[in-house]
């Protein structure tokens, strides 16, 4: 049972997987860090030893990961809002950031539609 930055990793999976369950740790990140610790990239989880997760976590020290990293993220995203960019303005009006356009998809982004009233139309 491996505990790295507060993240239970999954047992079952191999080390180079299951450090991606982490925020900020991709697979390209997770091959360095295993690399950079020394630990095998097929060894599973359980069959880690004590020494082997310490010197991980000494590893995964090095970057900026979960709750460092999120909160940069929103700073950046809350500096754009206030200095009025492009992508603040598109992030307040809660519409695709990064040029995908709107007029058929971007329903993540944009949510359910919103219905408009229909005019009656004038009889003859």
């Known amino acids: 049972m491996a505990r790295i930055k507060n993240i239970e990793l999954p047992k079952e999976k191999r080390?180079?997987?299951g450090l991606t369950y982490i925020y900020g740790i991709g697979k390209?990140?997770?091959e360095k860090i295993c690399?950079?610790?020394k630990v095998s990239q097929?060894?599973?989880i359980k069959d880690?030893?004590?020494d082997e997760v310490n010197a991980l976590r000494k590893e995964v020290d090095n970057y900026l990961v979960e709750g460092d990293l999120r909160r940069e993220v929103q700073m950046n995203i809350?500096?754009?809002m206030e200095i009025?960019?492009?992508?603040?303005t598109r992030h307040k009006k809660?519409?695709?950031v990064r040029g995908q356009r709107t007029s058929r998809n971007a329903k993540t982004r944009k949510g359910r539609g919103k219905v408009v009233a229909n005019k009656k139309k004038v009889g003859k």
């Open 28 to 30: 390209s990140t997770a």
């Open 84 to 88: 009025n960019s492009y992508e603040g």
């Open 94 to 96: 809660g519409l695709p």
């Open 42 to 44: 097929d060894t599973r």
């Open 35 to 37: 690399d950079a610790a």
């Open 78 to 80: 809350k500096n754009k």
């Open 15 to 17: 080390t180079v997987i």
């Open 48 to 50: 880690l030893t004590n």
